[in-house]
């Protein structure tokens, strides 16, 4: 996957201590609880469950950047080296955060890889939060290790998880429902950064090949392009699903060919869009993909 980071500067920014605030729900010694996620929809599950009185920062929150072409500063280090949970999502997507925390001193601190908790691997399909499964896993494991390092509280954060369960439900009822209506509908993507949505649904997805040589920034096979092609002009698929935050020239060049043999096309992001919850998010990505496969109106 692509992914550059520059780690020199992070050990020179990691030299000074720095010093730990008390809260009331941190016995004393400990540092306050504090959380940093890797990617800000796993920070935005956190925020729901942990709620206002604990810190949560997302290192990648912008949506108009890359995620695959992140390079951490100083600064960055300095907040995962104080954190006391640092969440990551693993199997390759943020390689980057494991030489973070190598970098950053903390003792205390508790580690969260999603990927293990859905029981993912590397070679895995790494855009794991489009699996309904991923979030509650993440809000429970989270919950759990909340009520431990904050037992004061421990019931306020199982009663947030029972919250948060509740308002994933219209998720599960809209997959259900397109699953119902649309299971078996041949689609593509350029990458496959909805992959694991469109295996909820039921979808059948093609040229796999050439969105995994996307996704790890290597050249397509002209095979793999051709049948890429002539799925979209022969309309053996009913949707092109693209990457809207990266942009490559391969990719741009199927966006074209879809448009132009009036494709349904639909762009998905790898970050959560400002001012919007997971929730709605993924909400507003099902809706897309429902008009686009909607039939025309006569």
Known sequence: MRSFIRIAALLAGLAA????????????GQAKLSIVAAENFYADVARQIAGPDIAVTAILSNPDQDPHLFEASPSVAREVST?????????????????????????????????????RKDGDNPHIWYDPATMPALAQALADLLAKQD??????????LARFRQTMAPITSSIADRRARLAGTKVTATEPV?????????????NTRFQLAVMNDTEPSASDVAA?????????????????????????RM??????????????????????????????????VDRALAPPRK
């Open 83 to 119: 954190a006391r949970i640092v969440i990551q999502s693993g199997i390759g997507y943020d390689p980057w955060m494991a030489s973070l925390l190598r970098a950053a001193r903390g003792t205390n601190r508790q580690v969260i890889t999603v990927a293990d908790l859905v029981g």
């Open 194 to 206: 909805f992959g694991e949505m469109f295996k909820a649904l039921g979808f059948e997805v093609r």
């Open 228 to 252: 890429f092609e002539q799925d979209l002009k022969s309309h053996t698929v009913a949707l092109l699903l693209y990457n809207s935050q990266a942009t490559d020239p391969i990719a741009l």
């Open 17 to 28: 201590p720095v010093a730990h605030a008390q809260t009331a729900a941190s016995p004393p």
């Open 151 to 160: 037992p004061v509280h421990a019931q306020t954060y199982q009663a947030r």
């Open 255 to 288: 966006l074209s060919i879809a448009r132009q043999a009036h494709v349904p096309v639909v762009g998905a992001t790898e970050t959560q869009p400002p001012g919007r919850t997971y929730q709605g998010w993924v909400l507003g990505e099902l809706d897309a």
